[in-house]
């Protein structure tokens, strides 16, 4: 008798053990951020019985944790969340489990985000969390629309909303308004480098920086300076654009969702949140895109229902009404009650949704990030306020732009090839 407890005992350790999922995370290390996390995880442990420890890792730290538990063939972390990039390496070296057969009900994940998910044919993580930026508009604005642009087309991304037509619609506020009304972040803390790089750049030449330097760049450049004729002179000491458009020195804003977050909650009423325009190549468009993975050989079902919870509605809007992050499933963003929060969200989503996305991902270059980013801002400034010749400027640069890869040996982003 004394030997069957004994053994249940066991048992039951053993299955209380196998069951709880370790969840190791390069995400939510600020102390705030993870005082929420453990809430929210809390909370699902109490309702479904599944224990969960959640655990904060730098990025280079989970990558060796991760191999050195495949090394040694045993799994301790069971459930892991990167970024991209991170999720990528660990999926192409073989480290985590190819999630291909799950499908969880009554979920619709971006489509632009599941072209991510996969490291060769293997499904090797589920979107989790974005971050992004993206083009905040007052309602005026759409007074001045340029002929044959409507408001659906802007709000929709549909083809007709191009950066041709911005021009033009720029050009009409500031004629039948006397004032330029258009806005960029252009002070020294502001972020008008990632519109470069990440928004125009791909969107005329269908990379980041492959194509720094080719003739489709020249055009790019030669809108700019045209474009510069309607933007704000006063946006060179702008570093986020929320207070311009709640002070109303401009109607149309390009700005990182977060330092655009302030006029839209104050506000609802008056602004929405959309899509940034196409070029001829695409619509060009940074994304910050989180996954969540299994590594190899681990046991999925406790870490599938963890996933499951984080990726729904329910989960996905507590954190963006707590975090800021967006949500990446589609039914999240019709969950999410009216207000300022629910303009930003339904603008991101419909922009990561648009069929003619070139999505970007910042790259990786260490202590090198400034220099590329300044690269950027130089080539700017050269060409449309000091009217340099961009033949000459971009061909200058551009061999600066590759020798900074060259030197941390990063590969340079490629274009989205299942575009072209």
Not at 192 to 200: A, D, K, M, N
Not at 222 to 238: D, S
Not at 328 to 348: D, F, T
């Amino acid at each position: 008798m004394k030997k069957l407890l004994v053994g249940l005992v066991l048992l039951s350790f053993v299955v209380f053990a196998f069951a709880k999922v370790n969840f190791g995370s390069t995400q939510m290390t600020p102390a705030a951020e993870r005082e929420f996390m453990i809430r929210l995880l809390g909370d699902f442990s109490k309702s479904s019985g599944v224990e969960i420890e959640f655990l904060n890792f730098e990025y280079t730290d989970l990558l060796s944790r991760v191999e050195a538990e495949q090394k040694a063939g045993k799994v301790v972390l069971n459930l892991i969340a990167d970024l991209q990039s991170g999720l990528y390496t660990m999926g192409s070296s073989g480290l985590l489990t190819d999630l291909s057969s799950v499908n969880f009900q009554g979920k619709t994940f971006v489509s632009t985000f599941e072209r991510y998910t996969y490291a060769g044919k293997e499904k090797v993580f589920f979107p989790w969390l974005q971050a992004t930026y993206a083009m905040a508009i007052n309602k005026k604005a759409f007074d001045y629309l340029p002929k044959g642009l409507t408001q659906q087309d802007v709000m929709n991304a549909t083809e007709k909303w191009t950066y041709d037509s911005l021009l033009e619609w720029a050009k009409n506020m500031q004629e039948k308004t006397k004032q330029p009304q258009l806005g960029f972040p252009l002070g020294p803390k502001g972020l008008w480098h990632r519109f470069l790089h990440g928004y125009i750049y791909p969107s005329y030449t269908g990379a980041q920086a492959t194509k720094f330097d080719s003739v489709k760049a020249i055009d790019m450049w030669n809108y700019l300076r045209e474009l510069f004729k309607y933007v704000h002179p006063a946006c060179t000491t702008w570093d986020n654009m929320d207070q311009p458009l709640l002070r109303g020195e401009v109607m149309i804003a390009w700005d990182h969702t977060a330092r655009i977050k302030q006029a839209i909650v104050e506000r609802p009423n008056d602004f929405v949140v959309v899509p940034v325009p196409r070029g001829p190549m695409g619509r060009g468009y940074i994304i910050v895109l989180v996954g969540l993975s299994i590594p190899k050989n681990a046991n999925m079902d406790e870490p599938l229902k963890v996933i499951d919870f984080l990726t729904s509605p329910k989960a996905q809007n507590a954190i963006l009404e707590n975090l800021g992050f967006f949500p990446v499933v589609q039914e999240a963003a019709g969950q999410i009650p009216e207000g300022g929060l629910k303009i930003l969200a339904q603008g991101v989503v419909s922009q990561s949704s648009a069929p003619d996305s070139i999505v970007c991902f910042i790259p990786g270059l260490g202590a090198k990030g400034g220099e590329f980013s300044e690269t950027y801002r130089m080539a700017f400034t050269r060409i449309v306020f000091n009217k340099e010749d961009p033949v000459k400027v971009i061909g200058e640069l551009g061999e600066k732009i590759r020798q900074i890869f060259k030197e941390v040996g990063a590969p340079l982003p490629e274009p989205d090839s299942s575009l072209f």
